[in-house]
């Protein structure tokens, strides 16, 4: 644990580097080590706090939303055509080829009714309205076993499940509090390259009310199959570092796409999906990553949107050797990856220079 705590010290100071002045990446460095290193030292056995993995007792919450759990939460329906209900196909073609961030389109739902939709960048306004998104969707709950527990086993339960959120909470504050500064700082700077654009959608009403009802997010990162995009904002430089392992730069990866349980089916996600890939497109990019659940269940959905997207499976050979012992089996051909015990599949998709629908 000693040797995590430096190791983790150093990290902040990698991540932290950008900040705008020494005395607050150190208070930053300070506030995070005090705060996190205890707890991940405490309920992680493999001591890096952006790879904690959901225990089977579900209570511990999802931090691995930052490596794109968001596909669990995604299931979709096919666009609807231009008459008729759902999301007009224009809308679609727009983002993909078009981008032009916020957008309003209407939705027409099966009653007949239009309701106005919105995309946008996250905004430091509405970060704690993301935050309450997540902690929604990925919040611990105390486990079933808790039905035939005892009082004093039941008021521990949920005293931990508070315990967990409140850092979840913290983590997730944070993470998108970074995003949102980077993407700022990359507006205003133009020497400082695009990166992290966490993008939402919501559903405007008649008194202007925005409710925010999903998130996706396409940032820079090195095309890596076994890691997925961290909860913190790494810095640039050390992307490239990274990157040039794989003999590539970095490029466009997709994480984090959700949309709530109310919402779902109605083709927002492939709505979130074309503004990512539109945004990708925009930087100069032509591809674009992700990875998805490899599980056909609990990753099904998602992995049947992808699929109809256009994304492939990217395939190592030589990654498949670690498989050798299960046989021939469908998985290696699908771009199966074990990312921090976690069996899931790396996709790849070309964009081309104007979607065609």
């Given at each position: 644990y000693i040797i995590y705590l430096l190791l983790f010290i150093s990290l902040q100071i990698l991540l932290h580097t950008t900040a705008h002045t020494t005395a607050a990446a150190m208070r930053v460095i300070i506030l995070q080590t005090l705060v996190l290193a205890p707890y991940c030292c405490i309920t992680s056995s493999f001591a890096?706090?952006?790879?904690?993995?959901?225990?089977?007792?579900?209570?511990?919450?999802a931090l691995n939303l930052f490596f794109d759990n968001g596909d669990k939460t995604v299931a979709d329906s096919p666009t609807k055509s231009r008459s008729g209900f759902g999301v007009d196909r224009r809308t679609i073609e727009n983002l993909q080829n078009n981008p032009t961030i916020p957008i309003q389109f209407e939705y027409s739902d099966p009653s007949g009714s239009q309701k106005i939709i919105q995309i946008k960048q996250l905004e430091k306004d509405t970060v704690t309205d993301a935050v309450s998104l997540c902690l929604k969707e990925y919040g611990s709950y105390p486990s079933s076993i808790t039905a035939n527990a005892t009082p004093f086993e039941k008021m521990v339960e949920e005293?931990?499940?508070?315990?967990?959120?409140?850092?979840?909470?913290?983590?997730?504050?944070?993470?998108?509090?970074?995003?949102?500064?980077?993407?700022?700082?990359?507006?205003?700077?133009?020497?400082?390259?695009?990166?992290?654009?966490?993008?939402?959608?919501?559903?405007?009403?008649?008194?202007?009310?925005?409710?925010?009802?999903?998130?996706?997010?396409?940032?820079?990162?090195?095309?890596?199959?076994?890691?997925?995009?961290?909860?913190?904002?790494m810095p640039s430089y050390l992307k490239k570092v990274l990157a040039s392992f794989y003999g590539?730069?970095?490029?466009?990866?997709?994480?984090?796409?959700?949309?709530?349980?109310?919402?779902?089916?109605?083709?927002?996600?492939?709505?979130?999906?074309?503004?990512?890939?539109?945004?990708?497109?925009?930087?100069?990019?032509?591809?674009?990553?992700?990875?998805?659940?490899?599980?056909?269940?609990?990753?099904?959905?998602?992995?049947?949107?992808?699929?109809?997207l256009g994304y492939e499976p990217v395939i190592d050979e030589t990654y498949n050797e670690n498989f050798t012992w299960m046989g021939s089996t469908p998985a290696m051909n699908r771009g199966l990856y074990i990312v921090d015990g976690v069996a899931l599949l790396f996709l790849k998709k070309k964009l081309l220079s104007k979607e065609i629908q």
């Open positions: 890096i706090p952006i790879a904690f993995s959901q225990r089977s007792n579900g209570r511990i919450p005293r931990m499940s508070d315990f967990d959120n409140f850092f979840f909470t913290f983590i997730v504050l944070l993470g998108l509090g970074q995003r949102v500064e980077r993407r700022e700082k990359s507006d205003k700077d133009p020497s400082c390259p695009q990166d992290h654009n966490v993008l939402c959608i919501s559903e405007i009403d008649s008194n202007q009310k925005e409710t925010m009802f999903g998130m996706a997010e396409v940032s820079m990162q090195p095309p890596d199959p076994s890691r997925t995009s961290p909860p913190f904002v590539s730069d970095s490029l466009p990866y997709i994480s984090n796409v959700l949309i709530t349980n109310e919402y779902r089916g109605k083709g927002f996600s492939k709505v979130l999906m074309a503004a990512c890939e539109g945004l990708a497109k925009s930087w100069g990019y032509y591809e674009a990553y992700l990875h998805v659940d490899a599980d056909s269940s609990s990753g099904g959905p998602a992995q049947n949107l992808y699929n109809s």
